[in-house]
């Protein structure tokens, strides 16, 4: 099973990336499938989710407008576009996989089956 996050760089303020989730493993159909970053010196905390079955997003308020989850799921792959970055967007990105979602699991990513590397992501002029 794994999870391969990649997508990242370094980036101007204002510029766009996408990160991309490629999943082996398993098949992502049954699947949520999460963003969470690290900033340093910061706890890790929740960027975006999409379910597995309605597509239903959620995104944390400092992304929102700004970021955009999706999945293809005959690629077995879940994405995370970025516009507008900031400064304050610097941070390593992980994604995560989980089967029966939680509150815990979304806000907090306790629980979560399965977690791919990060892939840092710098956002400086």
């Known amino acids: 099973v794994q999870l391969q996050a990649s997508g990242g760089g370094l980036v101007q303020p204002g510029g766009s990336l996408r990160l991309s989730c490629a999943v082996s493993g398993f098949t992502l159909d049954d699947y949520a499938i999460g963003w969470f970053r690290r900033a340093p010196g910061k706890e890790r905390e929740v960027v975006s989710w999409?379910?597995?079955?309605?597509?239903?997003?959620f995104y944390t308020n400092s992304v929102k407008g700004r970021f955009t989850i999706s999945r293809d799921n005959a690629k077995n792959t879940g994405y995370l576009q970025m516009n507008n970055l900031k400064p304050e967007d610097t941070a390593v990105y992980f994604c995560?996989?989980?089967?029966?979602?939680?509150?815990?699991?979304?806000?907090?990513?306790?629980?979560?089956?399965?977690w791919g590397e990060g892939t840092q992501v710098t956002v400086s002029s």
């Open positions: 999409i379910s597995s079955s309605d597509g239903r997003t």
């Open positions: 995560a996989a989980t089967r029966y979602p939680s509150t815990p699991v979304f806000t907090t990513g306790s629980g979560v089956d399965y």
